[in-house]
């Protein structure tokens, strides 16, 4: 049997089980599946170099599926190489609590990221590639198996571009061009000379080949595994369910599952069903050029009480001191200056990436940067996150661990206005499976949060803000996860005055304002708003009565005050009287000060509020 006989086997094979187990589920994507077998099993067949008894191994290479919803196609690959067992693929397929769900996630140790969601896979093998490239020093190739349908989104364009700016030779885009989306025709439909022609506009370089065709296939992947500073795009025409010829081509088949007699005649014209087993060629077993010193002695700066400085530049300063653990990488959204990421740029150049203004490119290099095993920052105006929050979203779904590092936060901006103040930042990351959400007051709390985030699983989130405040912290004070801060405090306190970044501050001066009238009045810095100390607000409702004032420069729903009424809501706390200052209104242009007491969340606001509650 020579090579392309087995590749004919296995692609047949593919098809097979795509059918049987889709079939089976009574859903899913074959149609999506077909047309792209003949791809994957040359691929499988003569160039992915990976072992599977060991994922975890440095030199491997990495197969994502953009277009996520083929997962029957990947699935019916793992079976092909032994890593499941025909069982498992045909009977737990999209069953409740099966690893094979509709769309691949890592709880498959053979699976990068979450797909479904397309247009993210090809970005986040940038970062990927981007890692092999630069940091690892390791020559695996990254492969990208996209529907063209997902081409129509921006994220695949953006991938392309900082692709070819980084020259990641090490990276193939495989476009199954197979002309059937979901509801008919896709924009370009079989036209391969226009796609070519955006590819290579984007300065990567076009294959253009019959996707069907195992010898042209071949030549493609060879081609694309030469390559050493071009990004390359296979282009493949192929046919949408290829191999059932009674549906091939035809629209209305998209996300669904041959009826059982129609899958039982294609199974029998396929050749009916095989066990062909894989073996792929392993790797050299290499390490990574860089390896991972979460120990290292870092230098922290460290800051006078009373000090005017800004978190944003306190983030910089920290991040710059932790570029002695070789582990830490920074990506930065083109406003580095700004968020003060370029102080990592300054002492640690190799580590540090330019995504320019590509926000959701800037969050899938962090992914994929992350699925390498580095500690990769992302900074960018808050803002401008959500832009990218799908991105984030699928970060959760993939559960990777990212930081995120957001500058500019609220009404406090001042000048700039409304279009650079975030003021939903809060509420979308809270929103996000296994996000952290860390928000200093003070330089202090910023460096220290800095660091503690470095080493925080999940989707981590520091919210820093623009002007310089008052430093309120000694340089040792710990801020753990799920803490938060009592700055005022005595047993006969009347009301408890919440707030985090610039509302502490503004929180601090209600306090003294109040106890110039005899109210006390007992301070709380909520720095770690997800988790949240809910045993500090429980005992605050307890001296005060239950009387809290929560403030926050941020929009009522979904931010700090959510957060707190959630924490309370099934806690033993007596008749809740809380008062929610936080912006409602579209904020305008004008100085921080006058926009926080526009908005009301400034402390004669506070004050007022707590003087309601204290009854006065």
């Known amino acids: 049997m020579n090579q392309f006989d087995r590749v004919r086997q296995l692609a047949a094979q593919l098809r097979v089980d795509s059918i049987r187990c889709s079939t089976r589920a009574g859903s899913g994507h074959p149609t999506s599946s077909l ?14 170099r990976y072992d599977w008894d060991q994922p975890e191994q440095a030199n491997n ?6 277009k996520g919803h083929a997962s029957p196609l990947l699935y019916s690959m793992f079976r092909a190489v032994g890593v499941i067992g025909d069982a498992e693929l045909v009977d737990s397929y999209r069953r409740l609590g099966a690893r094979l769900q509709g769309h691949p996630t890592p709880v498959l140790p053979w699976v990068d990221v979450a797909t479904g969601s397309l247009g993210q896979g090809l970005p986040d093998a940038v970062g990927v590639a981007l890692a092999g490239k630069y940091l690892d020093h390791l020559p695996f190739h990254t492969w990208v198996l996209c529907g063209d349908s997902e081409t129509a989104e921006g994220s695949v364009w953006e991938a392309l571009d900082k692709a070819s700016f980084y020259k990641l030779g090490n990276l193939t885009a495989i476009i199954d061009v197979n002309r059937l989306g979901q509801r008919g025709p896709t924009e370009l439909e079989w036209d391969l000379r226009r796609y070519a022609a955006r590819v290579e506009a984007f300065g990567c370089r076009a294959l253009i080949i019959d996707g069907h065709d195992l010898d042209a296939i071949d030549q493609a992947l060879t081609e694309a595994r030469l390559a050493t500073d071009k990004p390359t795009v296979v282009l493949a025409r192929t046919i949408k369910a290829k191999g059932v010829p009674e549906i091939e081509d035809k629209n209305g088949w998209h996300g669904k599952a041959l009826p059982p007699e129609m899958a039982e005649r294609a199974i029998s014209a396929l050749g009916g069903v095989t066990d062909l087993l894989i073996s792929t060629d392993a790797p050299q077993r290499l390490a990574s050029a860089i390896t991972a010193d979460p120990t290292a002695h870092v230098t922290l700066p460290r800051y006078e009480v009373g000090e005017k400085v800004a978190t944003r530049v306190a983030f910089g300063a920290a991040i ?28 640690c150049p190799d580590r540090y990436f330019e995504m320019f203004i590509a926000e959701q490119q800037l969050i899938a290099t962090t992914v994929g940067l992350a699925v390498r095993g580095y500690v990769a920052f992302a900074s960018t105006f808050a803002v401008f996150f959500s832009r ?55 330089a202090a709390s910023a460096v220290r949060l800095t660091a503690v985030m470095a080493d925080t699983a999940g989707i981590v989130y520091l919210r820093t803000t623009r002007g310089a ?8 004070e710990e801020f753990p996860v799920g803490g938060s801060k009592t700055l005022r405090s005595t047993p006969k306190d009347q009301v408890a005055l919440i707030g985090a970044g610039v509302t502490l501050h503004e929180c601090l001066a209600a306090a003294d304002q109040l106890a110039n009238t005899g109210i006390s009045a007992r301070v709380i810095d909520l720095y770690s708003i997800k988790p949240l100390d809910r045993e500090n607000l429980i005992e605050a409702c307890r001296v005060t009565g239950s009387r809290l004032v929560v403030v926050e420069d941020h929009y009522p729903e979904g931010g700090i005050g959510s957060a707190v009424l959630e924490a309370l809501a099934d806690a033993d706390v007596h008749a809740l009287h809380l008062t929610h200052l936080a912006v409602r209104g579209l904020p305008t242009s004008g100085t921080p000060a006058e926009l926080l007491d526009v908005a009301g969340i400034s402390s004669r606001h506070i004050v007022a509020a707590a003087e309601r509650l204290a009854g006065r």
């Not at 290479?61 to 953009?66: A, E, G, N, Q």
């Not at 405040?469 to 040792?476: A, F, K, Q, R």
């Open 35 to 48: 047309s792209a077998a003949d791809l994957m099993a040359v691929l499988l067949v003569g160039h992915l």
């Open 61 to 66: 290479d990495h197969l994502i599926f953009s």
């Open 320 to 347: 710059a001191a932790l570029a002695v653990r070789p582990e830490i990488v920074v990506v930065d959204g083109e406003v580095g200056n700004s968020t003060h990421a370029d102080e990592f740029q300054k002492v």
């Open 388 to 442: 990218a929050f799908d991105f984030i979203r699928m970060a959760g779904i993939s559960q990777v661990n990212i930081r995120l590092v957001g500058s500019h936060a609220g009404v406090e901006i001042g000048e700039d206005g409304p279009s650079q103040m975030a003021l939903e930042d809060l509420a979308s990351v809270r929103a996000v499976h296994g996000s952290v959400i860390l928000y200093p007051s003070d």
């Open 469 to 476: 405040y008052p430093v309120i912290y000694g340089p040792d």
